[in-house]
């Protein structure tokens, strides 16, 4: 034994911290069959779905829309083919496409699903933007492509007239 001195961290015992409260529920965890084995094992068969799922969304974006995605160019899927997709395989390709066309940075997930939702639940026409990108169905298409710049107010009419209102 090496015989090398610690100290204690109090935050280590801090409810306030994700790391102590895990500490706290690990035993319960254990007894359920939930311990760093049964963790690292259930972390592998997670990582095995996630490839399998981005091979999934590779293959579709290959039959869909095949060919590189050019910058400023509109990305169109045939709305037929990309709504029998699995739904989590249309969710990353949709997300993907957003990614690339938009502007704005990385896709929130909730909003991405929200999306999602909607075009579902379209029966011919639906036009969104997400994250810098216009999303458009309609003809028998879904198409991505980057959204316009949005129009901002002039200083003098932006005090004259709310940008938005809040019901009361």
Known sequence: MARVPYSEDPTNRDPRFTRARLRTLMPALAREGLDARGLARLAGR????????????????????????????????EAARFASLPAEVALRLLGRAIAHAGDEGPVELAKLEVLYGALRQAHSRLRRTLAGALITLGNGSLTVERAPARRIASHTQARQEPLYEIAV
Do not use: C, H, K, Y
Not at 56 to 67: E, H, I, K, M
């Open 46 to 77: 997670m990582r095995r779905a996630e490839s399998t799922v981005e091979f999934a969304v590779t293959a579709a974006r290959d039959a869909l829309a095949p060919g590189p995605w050019q910058e400023g160019e509109p990305i169109t899927f």
